[in-house]
């Protein structure tokens, strides 16, 4: 079974472009999750969706920041416009339906940005 | 609220030698726990899971960790280290909320 798989796995680009990550869970897992790694730090949340609803997006920076998830599958991350800071690791994880499994999230191999 | 503290940014071992990186933990719901690796440029997999079944749990790579209530822990050993062991190591907990929160990481080294 094919596992969670993020594209693109590397971008460079200058600050102010506009950049987006698509990210494709596992077959079957409802749930949707988008973390930043910064270098050196644990992944935070970004957003989490359950199906195509965004459950939880308190730590999305909005003015830059969006996501979505048509069609309770695939999903896109997109940030606009970058910032130097926005240099960073973008995870993205699926799991089984929330109250399904035991909370263990799969991770793909995550999107490096750096931003110039 | 739901937290994890991990003890030590870096740990070196020597190959054969006894892993151990700890993890504490704050939850004021019976918590799921999680441990992390992470090889450089990739993303993150599963080494094990407690999940209250039994307080010792085994894992791939002949890591275990051990889940203590009392002390609130939940640290990872290993008996002895091997070269391809190095990699960052992340402790997680989760709730009935679904997200996992994760500890900043202990990058393990390990000496020839």
């Known amino acids: 079974e094919a596992g969670v798989v993020q594209s693109p796995r590397y971008k460079i680009i200058e600050k102010k472009q506009p950049v987006a990550f698509w990210c494709n869970p596992i077959s079957g897992h409802n749930t949707l999750y988008w973390y930043l790694q910064n270098l050196g730090q644990g992944p935070e949340l970004l957003i989490r969706y359950e199906n195509e609803e965004a459950v939880d997006d308190s730590q999305l920076p909005k003015d830059r920041f969006s996501a979505e998830r048509l069609k309770g599958v695939d999903s896109t991350l997109k940030i606009q416009p970058a910032e130097l800071g926005d240099s960073a690791v973008y995870l993205c994880?699926?799991?089984?339906?929330?109250?399904?499994?035991?909370?263990?999230?799969?991770f793909g191999e995550g999107s490096r940005l750096t931003v110039l | 609220a739901q937290s994890v503290t991990q003890l030590g940014s870096h740990v070196s071992v020597s190959e054969g030698a006894l892993v151990l990186l700890r993890c504490n933990y704050s939850s004021s719901v019976p918590p799921y726990l999680f441990w992390y690796v992470q090889y450089p440029n990739q993303g993150l997999q599963l080494l094990l899971k407690?999940?209250?079944?039994?307080?010792l749990v085994k894992g791939i790579n002949g890591f275990e960790a051990e889940f203590k209530k009392s002390e609130t822990s939940f640290h990872l050993t290993k008996p002895s280290a091997h070269m391809s062991d190095a990699a960052e190591y992340f402790c997680a907990v989760g709730g009935s909320q679904g997200n996992l929160i994760f500890g900043k990481g202990t990058k393990l080294s390990v000496k020839p």
């Open positions: 994880a699926s799991s089984p339906r929330l109250g399904e499994g035991t909370g263990e999230l799969f």
């Open positions: 407690y999940t209250s079944a039994a307080t």
